[in-house]
């Protein structure tokens, strides 16, 4: 298999996926990484539209298919290699319905919020201001909904690490610089540390990114990360 990424939230979905899979006992065979530079806009190429139309990281390629999505990524790997990250009785719909809610829903609102926060330096606060208030206070209604399911459960999805986990871990541990406060949450806090404490979660997000910064960003990385958060999506940045 070929994991097409880049180190950002929705990239670290799969990487954080393909390290559990490794603690859960999955043979996986080889797996080789490619890095897409998001800046130099590496996702809009032609190798890259054949597999993922819509342009955007991570792709996984296994053979003939493409899977294009993180979700529909987790769901495939989860489906190929059984293992308690996704059931396979119908106990897979306590799981599923929130990886789509997830995708629906935290992944949107958290990565709006985030870049009116953090990466349109040049747009005037009067212009932001909606945006921002906005997706701030749908992240912490999110969130709100999460701490429900947390003071009563201790994964996402019920007692057991799925899944739904690994594709809302990205987003959320990125809540300071987001700024969503989930100290606000403390189940959800209390979540993130748990979730980062996992071995194979501290591998799967290392993708890409030096072992001094997994979990405090140099002020470089910062400027950079501004940099492209402002260029991508814009498929005339050079
Ligand atoms: N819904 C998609 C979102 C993917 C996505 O937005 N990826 C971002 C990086 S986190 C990207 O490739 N951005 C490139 C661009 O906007 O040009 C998924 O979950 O895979």
Redesign the pocket.
């Known amino acids: 298999m070929e994991l097409w990424t880049?180190a950002?939230?929705?990239?670290w979905k799969v990487s954080i996926m393909i390290e559990e899979l490794i603690e859960a006992g999955a043979e996986l065979g080889e797996v080789s990484v490619r890095n897409i530079d998001?800046a130099k806009g590496e996702?809009f190429s032609e190798e890259f539209l054949a597999h993922n139309p819509n342009?955007?990281?991570?792709v996984l390629i296994d053979g003939k298919r493409s899977v294009?999505?993180?979700?529909a990524i987790l769901q495939y790997l989860a489906e190929k290699f059984p293992s308690p990250l996704l059931p396979e009785s119908e106990a897979r719909w306590d799981v599923l319905p929130w990886v789509y809610w997830q995708?629906a829903n935290v992944?949107p609102v958290f990565?709006n919020k985030l870049s009116y926060t953090r990466y349109m330096d040049s747009v005037a606060d009067d212009a932001k201001a909606h945006p921002l208030e906005r997706f701030g206070a749908e992240a912490l209604r999110l969130a709100g909904v999460m701490e429900k399911q947390l003071q009563n459960h201790a994964w996402i999805a019920g007692e057991t690490f799925s899944i739904a986990d690994i594709a809302l871990y990205p987003w959320l541990r990125g809540y300071k610089w987001s700024k969503v406060d989930i100290t606000l949450t403390p189940a959800v806090l209390d979540w993130v540390n748990r979730v980062r404490a996992r071995p194979g979660v501290e591998r799967g997000i290392a993708y890409g990114v030096p072992a001094g910064e997994i979990d405090r960003w140099s002020e470089e990385r910062k400027a950079q990360y501004r940099n492209n958060g402002a260029q991508?999506?814009n498929p005339s940045a050079d």
């Open positions: 880049a950002t939230p929705n990239g998001l996702q342009a955007r990281i991570p294009m999505e993180s979700c995708a992944g990565g991508i999506a």
